[in-house]
């Protein structure tokens, strides 16, 4: 049923709209208190390992999705950058070493590149909300199609890998690989569901703040 409050339809518009067509360029509470939940979902989620059936879900994280909201909200690519780099650094500490330098600048570029999408998806939100879910399925599959093959491709290019460097090996190694690739696509698109979620709830917080300050 649609709200006969004209003003009540204006606010909520204003707030759907706010993460996309108006994102953070300057520091502000709301801003840094963004930031600082988007590192932390980033960290907590990526040390929490789910499972199905007693079955791990092997790279159900929310890296993608945060890097995709951060790219979204913050109109600097850097500070939209130093999201997933962040909440990657941080979660590290508690997690086993790469063992080699070339494959964690891989895995962090991996984990850094979806912000890059922040401004297709504005643009696509500016189209509607259909080109806006369309846009953030599309950029949540990306990212886990792009972290897949990046990061076993450098895992069959070192030089003291266990892979030969021959077409037989590479395709070996992404057949031993796709058990970990199964459930993200998946972990994924949820994860980017969820965390959209928040950033409406924080749109709406911030278009209320606005409202305040001009009233």
Same mark, same amino acid.
């Given at each position: 049923?649609?709200?006969?409050n004209?003003?009540?339809?204006?606010?909520?518009?204003?707030?759907?709209a706010?993460?996309?067509?108006?994102?953070?360029?300057?520091?502000?509470?709301?801003?840094?208190?963004?930031?600082?939940?988007l590192?932390?979902?980033?960290?907590?989620?990526?040390?929490?390992q789910p499972?199905?059936?007693?079955?791990?879900?092997w790279?159900v994280?929310? &890296? /993608?999705?945060?890097? $995709?909201?951060? %790219?979204? *909200?913050?109109a600097?690519?850097?500070?939209? #950058?130093?999201?997933?780099? !962040?909440?990657a650094?941080?979660?590290?500490l508690?997690?086993p070493?790469?063992?080699?330098?070339v494959?964690?600048?891989?895995?962090?570029?991996? &984990? /850094?590149?979806?912000? $890059?999408?922040? %401004?297709l *998806?504005?643009?696509?939100?500016?189209?509607? #909300?259909?080109?806006?879910? !369309?846009?953030?399925?599309?950029g949540?599959?990306?990212s886990?199609?792009?972290?897949?093959l990046?990061?076993?491709?450098?895992?069959w290019a070192?030089?003291?890998?266990l892979?030969?460097?021959?077409a037989?090996?590479?395709?070996?190694?992404f057949?031993? #690989?796709?058990?970990?690739?199964?459930?993200?696509?998946?972990?994924?698109l949820?994860?980017?569901?969820?965390?959209?979620a928040?950033?409406a709830?924080?749109?709406r917080?911030?278009?209320?703040?606005?409202?305040a300050?001009?009233?």
């Amino acid at each position: 049923m649609m709200s006969k409050n004209p003003e009540r339809r204006g606010a909520d518009d204003a707030a759907a709209a706010a993460p996309f067509d108006r994102p953070f360029d300057r520091l502000s509470p709301v801003s840094v208190a963004a930031w600082g939940a988007l590192v932390g979902v980033a960290v907590v989620g990526r040390l929490w390992q789910p499972t199905w059936n007693g079955e791990p879900l092997w790279n159900v994280t929310p &890296l /993608a999705a945060v890097a $995709l909201a951060a %790219g979204t *909200i913050f109109a600097r690519p850097l500070v939209a #950058a130093s999201v997933p780099l !962040a909440g990657a650094v941080i979660s590290n500490l508690f997690l086993p070493a790469y063992g080699s330098i070339v494959m964690a600048v891989v895995v962090y570029a991996a &984990l /850094a590149w979806p912000v $890059l999408m922040g %401004g297709l *998806i504005r643009r696509a939100a500016a189209r509607g #909300a259909a080109a806006r879910y !369309a846009a953030l399925g599309g950029g949540s599959l990306a990212s886990s199609l792009v972290f897949f093959l990046s990061t076993n491709f450098a895992c069959w290019a070192m030089p003291d890998g266990l892979y030969p460097h021959t077409a037989a090996g590479l395709a070996a190694c992404f057949t031993a #690989a796709l058990p970990f690739y199964r459930w993200m696509p998946a972990g994924d698109l949820a994860w980017t569901a969820l965390v959209f979620a928040g950033v409406a709830l924080l749109s709406r917080v911030r278009v209320a703040l606005t409202a305040a300050e001009t009233a």
